[in-house]
């Protein structure tokens, strides 16, 4: 595995931890300033910045909080020179729900200062039928 996928796996299963803790400093550590989120719940037209991303989070924070998961299951990452990609599948939910619905997490990032950054993130379900 090239350096940077490494690196690129290392930061996204590191913001993944910090968010099931429920732990807002490490789920922002390593996201841009300039963030552009698209997230399940509103607001519709994303979350810009990091004063908004940050907003998003208290109320999945308590959520999570009554006993759901919020597992990686799979993550494919594609790292250039400045920007890289990464993709997977989550299991997002609590204990009783359905198996097969996972979370689907889509992330953009950028090299600033020399290090990995989120510049953007997009999480979805799938519709059920």
Same mark, same amino acid.
């Given at each position: 595995m090239r350096t940077d /996928?490494? #690196?690129?796996? #290392?930061l996204v299963e590191r913001w993944a931890r910090a968010v099931h803790a429920g732990?807002? /400093?490490?789920v922002v550590a390593d996201h841009a300033e300039d963030i552009v989120m698209f997230d399940v719940p509103p607001p519709y037209e994303g979350a810009r910045g990091m004063d908004a991303y940050r907003r998003t989070w208290p109320e999945f924070f308590a959520w999570q909080a009554q006993g759901a998961t919020y597992d990686i299951l799979s993550l494919e990452v594609t790292a250039g020179e400045d920007v890289a990609y990464a993709f997977g599948l989550l299991r997002c939910g609590m204990p009783d729900d359905d198996?097969?619905?996972l979370l689907r997490l889509t992330l953009g990032l950028r090299r600033e200062d020399g290090r990995w950054v989120v510049a953007h993130e997009h999480h979805s379900f799938p519709i059920s039928a």
């Open positions: /996928d490494k #690196e690129i796996r #290392e732990d807002l /400093d490490g198996p097969k619905v």
